[in-house]
């Protein structure tokens, strides 16, 4: 006899057990009275059998189906991670990435319009430099820093800013069509919506963050007519809406072609260091294309286009893994960054499968724009080494993608790398001795901080470039997927 047994039967005579008294037949019991009594308790047990049954069936059927996948996109404002989001849909839910064309038309439009008020600006401050009596003694909004000497600005080209100063209204437009309900908000901290301004007081140029994705789409879905919809054509589009924005772009045109081939506005903005081209939402090399009357937005314009994301959006996909047929609950989490927002993003860290961190490493020679006094590259290491050292996140898989190589490269050709990474001393300007030097930096962070041994996971990444992401991506979602069936012990 076991222990326990025998300890039970020193407490006490099962007859004083007071669940066995409630259960004994009663005393005088008739024959009929039994009968009722056993069948009653049949029937309990029946019902106690069913209970345990459907017990047993839902703990099978949550061994079966995995929880969902869920997975946090990180980094630095800008990094790429709503176009890494992008990259996701048109994987996986393409149709619905289509769907939003004439959403994504008018974000392009709005691009176009805030790199031409850029141009414009910069010449106002030049010229307001430049006219007699105005000149340095009189605090300007152009307090510009290592400006080299502006060139005078010509008659023409005064003329031509005045020609495009209707994009104001068609700015104007769009943004009241975004912000209908409070959907989207200017974003405060930043002094610039561009990269590498080198203007201390731009406060005018504040960028348009988008709170919530499903709203600000839906404002533009009064574009989209319904009737013989085909999206791949971009029928849906109603072009013949006079209230359109793309009409007066359309007719700015040329004038916005010649703005961007001007010699003058060309010398302006090398004197100030300004690449436009390197700037998030850049179209000016597609005027042509982008500002024409029947204008569709192609799936690499929608990936260019730049939207900040103001908050988190949830977004959900059914996705399967390689080699195997079960289906995927995939939750991926947007959250619009901001600097030293990791205590933001830690809500969102509970239970995760993954993090995608993205680190753009074009920004090796540009700064903040919430802090002109941070290297962007600095400023990912340090996100970096918070996010791999944290740990609510140390059991947590992260992928790091080195992204806009594509600008990484372009900078090599006139950009010195240990200019700005004094430690890459004497080595080549080139990519790939540079990207691997940042793979290796990244790695061993990764291996000083991490409080258990991960898998590291790192790589070199164009998000803009559908084509080179899409087999990255797939290699991503399959270790993932691969993990989380460990996990749920189902391989
Ligand atoms: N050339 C180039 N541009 C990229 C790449 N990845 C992203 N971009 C562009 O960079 C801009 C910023 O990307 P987003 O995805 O909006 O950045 P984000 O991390 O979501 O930024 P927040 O919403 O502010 O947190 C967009 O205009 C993208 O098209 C890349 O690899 N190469
Ligand atoms: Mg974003």
Same mark, same amino acid.
């Given at each position: 006899?076991?222990?326990?047994?025998?300890?039970?039967?020193?407490?006490?005579?099962?007859?004083?057990?007071?669940?066995?008294?409630?259960?004994?037949?009663?005393?005088?019991?008739?024959?009929?009275?039994?009968?009722?009594?056993?069948?009653?308790?049949?029937?309990?047990?029946?019902?106690?059998?069913?209970?345990?049954?459907?017990?047993?069936?839902?703990?099978?059927?949550?061994?079966?189906?995995?929880?969902?996948?869920?997975?946090?996109?990180?980094?630095?404002?800008?990094?790429?991670?709503?176009?890494?989001?992008?990259?996701?849909?048109?994987?996986?839910?393409?149709?619905?990435?289509?769907?939003?064309?004439?959403?994504?038309?008018?974000?392009?439009?709005?691009?176009?319009?805030?790199?031409?008020?850029?141009?414009?600006?910069?010449?106002?401050?030049?010229?307001?430099?430049?006219?007699?009596?105005?000149?340095?003694?009189?605090?300007?909004?152009?307090?510009?820093?290592?400006?080299?000497?502006?060139p005078v600005i010509p008659p023409e080209l005064l003329k031509l800013r005045m020609r495009l100063l209707p994009l104001q209204q068609v700015e104007e437009s769009l943004l009241r069509k975004m912000t209908p309900a409070g959907s989207a908000e200017?974003?405060?901290?930043?002094?610039?919506?561009?990269?590498?301004?080198?203007?201390?007081?731009?406060?005018?140029?504040?960028?348009?963050?988008?709170?919530?994705?499903?709203?600000?789409?839906?404002?533009?879905?009064?574009?989209?007519?319904?009737?013989?919809?085909?999206?791949?054509?971009?029928?849906?589009?109603?072009?013949?809406?006079?209230?359109?924005?793309?009409?007066?772009?359309?007719?700015?045109? &040329? #004038?916005? +072609?010649? !703005? =961007?081939?001007?010699?003058?506005?060309?010398? @302006? *903005? $090398?004197?100030?260091?300004?690449? %436009?081209?390197?700037?998030?939402?850049?179209?000016?090399?597609?005027?042509?294309?982008?500002?024409?009357?029947?204008?569709?937005?192609?799936?690499?314009?929608?990936?260019?286009?730049?939207?900040?994301?103001?908050?988190?959006?949830?977004?959900?996909?059914?996705?399967?893994?390689?080699?195997?047929?079960?289906?995927?609950?995939?939750?991926?989490?947007?959250?619009?960054?901001?600097?030293?927002?990791?205590?933001?993003?830690?809500?969102?860290?509970?239970?995760?499968?993954?993090?995608?961190?993205?680190?753009?490493?074009?920004?090796?020679?540009?700064?903040?724009?919430?802090?002109?006094?941070?290297?962007?590259? &600095? #400023?990912? +290491?340090? !996100? =970096?080494?918070?996010?791999?050292?944290?740990? @609510? *996140? $140390?059991?947590?898989?992260?992928? %790091?993608?080195?992204?806009?190589?594509?600008?990484?490269?372009?900078?090599?050709?006139?950009?010195?790398?240990?200019?700005?990474?004094?430690?890459?001393?004497?080595?080549?300007?080139?990519?790939?001795?540079?990207?691997?030097?940042?793979?290796?930096?990244?790695?061993?962070?990764?291996?000083?901080?991490?409080?258990?041994?991960?898998?590291?996971?790192?790589?070199?990444?164009?998000?803009?470039?559908?084509?080179?992401?899409?087999?990255?991506?797939?290699?991503?979602?399959?270790?993932?997927?691969?993990?989380?069936?460990?996990?749920?012990?189902?391989?």
């Amino acid at each position: 006899m076991s222990r326990f047994l025998r300890r039970r039967s020193t407490i006490g005579n099962e007859d004083d057990d007071p669940l066995t008294k409630a259960l004994a037949p009663p005393d005088h019991e008739t024959p009929a009275e039994r009968e009722a009594r056993l069948a009653a308790l049949a029937e309990a047990q029946k019902r106690s059998d069913a209970i345990d049954e459907e017990i047993n069936r839902q703990r099978l059927e949550n061994k079966k189906a995995p929880k969902p996948v869920r997975v946090l996109l990180l980094g630095q404002s800008e990094s790429g991670k709503s176009t890494t989001l992008k990259n996701f849909q048109l994987m996986n839910s393409p149709k619905a990435f289509r769907n939003e064309r004439a959403s994504w038309r008018a974000v392009v439009q709005l691009n176009v319009v805030r790199s031409v008020r850029l141009i414009l600006d910069t010449i106002n401050d030049a010229h307001a430099q430049n006219s007699p009596g105005s000149v340095s003694s009189r605090p300007t909004t152009a307090t510009v820093e290592n400006m080299g000497p502006l060139p005078v600005i010509p008659p023409e080209l005064l003329k031509l800013r005045m020609r495009l100063l209707p994009l104001q209204q068609v700015e104007e437009s769009l943004l009241r069509k975004m912000t209908p309900a409070g959907s989207a908000e200017f974003e405060a901290t930043h002094l610039s919506p561009v990269t590498n301004l080198p203007y201390r007081n731009r406060g005018k140029f504040k960028e348009i963050a988008i709170n919530s994705t499903a709203q600000w789409k839906g404002a533009f879905g009064r574009l989209i007519a319904t009737a013989r919809a085909s999206i791949e054509s971009g029928q849906d589009i109603d072009f013949d809406d006079p209230n359109d924005p793309g009409v007066i772009l359309h007719a700015c045109s &040329e #004038d916005i +072609i010649q !703005l =961007w081939n001007d010699p003058t506005v060309k010398k @302006l *903005l $090398k004197a100030q260091r300004l690449r %436009l081209e390197d700037m998030a939402g850049f179209f000016l090399d597609s005027i042509e294309r982008v500002t024409a009357l029947r204008y569709v937005p192609t799936d690499d314009d929608i990936l260019k286009a730049r939207l900040k994301t103001l908050g988190v959006s949830e977004h959900r996909f059914d996705l399967k893994a390689a080699g195997n047929m079960l289906s995927h609950d995939w939750r991926v989490y947007d959250v619009g960054g901001a600097r030293s927002l990791v205590s933001a993003w830690a809500p969102y860290f509970d239970d995760l499968d993954a993090i995608i961190f993205l680190a753009p490493i074009s920004g090796f020679d540009e700064v903040l724009l919430e802090d002109r006094t941070v290297n962007k590259l &600095e #400023d990912s +290491i340090l !996100l =970096w080494k918070h996010v791999v050292s944290n740990p @609510l *996140l $140390k059991d947590t898989q992260i992928v %790091l993608f080195l992204n806009k190589i594509d600008l990484f490269k372009a900078k090599l050709e006139t950009i010195r790398f240990a200019d700005y990474v004094v430690s890459y001393g004497q080595r080549p300007n080139e990519y790939e001795p540079a990207s691997n030097y940042l793979r290796k930096k990244f790695a061993l962070l990764y291996k000083q901080h991490s409080k258990t041994q991960r898998i590291f996971y790192c790589h070199l990444t164009s998000m803009t470039d559908s084509s080179s992401t899409r087999h990255i991506l797939v290699n991503v979602k399959d270790m993932v997927i691969r993990q989380n069936l460990a996990i749920s012990n189902l391989v």
